[in-house]
T-cell receptor, first 115, second 112 residues
Framework: AQSVTQLGSHVSVSEGALVLLRCNYS??????LFWYVQYPNQGLQLLLK??????LVKGINGFEAEFKKSETSFHLTKPSAHMSDAAEYFC?????????????FGKGTHLIIQP | DAGVTQSPTHLIKTRGQQVTLRCSPK?????VSWYQQALGQGPQFIFQ???????QRGNFPDRFSGHQFPNYSSELNVNALLLGDSALYLC???????????FGPGTRLTVL
């Protein structure tokens, strides 16, 4: 079975600083990896996805993530934080492509942006 | 495009009751997945429906059941509600062959 571990339930950065949210996965087969963002009282919005095409994946709102097989990691970064980035971020893994299986989510990281 | 819609937005039930939640997928999508998100936790996969059949199921008891209709909309039913069933229930839809699941805003269920 696959699993996801997100290090740090809360991460606080200053506006304009680098954002780094950590995600490590466990999977017996090559995984499909995703980062979702959730704003208060809303559903989840896909930021980016890794589907084996390229190890560095660029997403919306200036976010990107790098797949590192040797480290079983898929950390999310953004060069310069904006106040509007404050939200809950979830890393997720699936083992079957095409949306044909359920996603396994981490517990989430709450991103706080300090002015 | 309306995206994924869910109803109702909020629901309050008492222990032992039964509840039905509804989901309409994004236009062009034929697969619907349901997730339970407890407060402060990540979503947990309940099950997925495709071609009106349950294709995959997570680690949830039989009290959780579902249905998919010919128009691809779906229902989640929970019987004999427990206090621990209080959560945000998220519906996600996807199109066969594509890897992205689009999520609805969720239904907040409170069990008293």
């Amino acid at each position: 079975a696959q699993s996801v571990t997100q290090l740090g339930s809360h991460v606080s950065v200053s506006e304009g600083a680098l954002v780094l949210l950590r995600c490590n996965y466990s999977s017996s087969v090559p995984p499909y990896l995703f980062w979702y963002v959730q704003y208060p009282n809303q559903g989840l919005q896909l930021l980016l996805k890794y589907t084996s095409a390229a190890t560095l994946v660029k997403g919306i709102n200036g976010f990107e993530a790098e797949f590192k097989k040797s480290e079983t990691s898929f950390h999310l970064t953004k060069p310069s934080a904006h106040m509007s980035d404050a939200a809950e971020y979830f890393c997720a893994v699936s083992i079957v492509g095409g949306g044909a299986d359920g996603l396994t989510f981490g517990k989430g990281t709450h991103l706080i942006i300090q002015p | 495009d309306a995206g994924v819609t869910q109803s109702p937005t909020h629901l309050i039930k008492t222990r032992g009751q039964q509840v039905t939640l509804r989901c309409s997928p994004k236009s062009g999508h034929d697969t619907v997945s349901w997730y339970q998100q407890a407060l402060g936790q990540g979503p947990q996969f309940i099950f997925q429906y495709y071609e009106e059949e349950e294709r995959q199921r997570g680690n949830f008891p039989d009290r959780f059941s579902g249905h998919q209709f010919p128009n691809y909309s779906s229902e989640l039913n929970v019987n004999a509600l427990l206090l621990g069933d209080s959560a945000l229930y998220l519906c996600a839809s996807s199109a066969t062959g594509w890897g992205e699941q689009f999520f609805g805003p969720g239904t907040r269920l409170t069990v008293l």
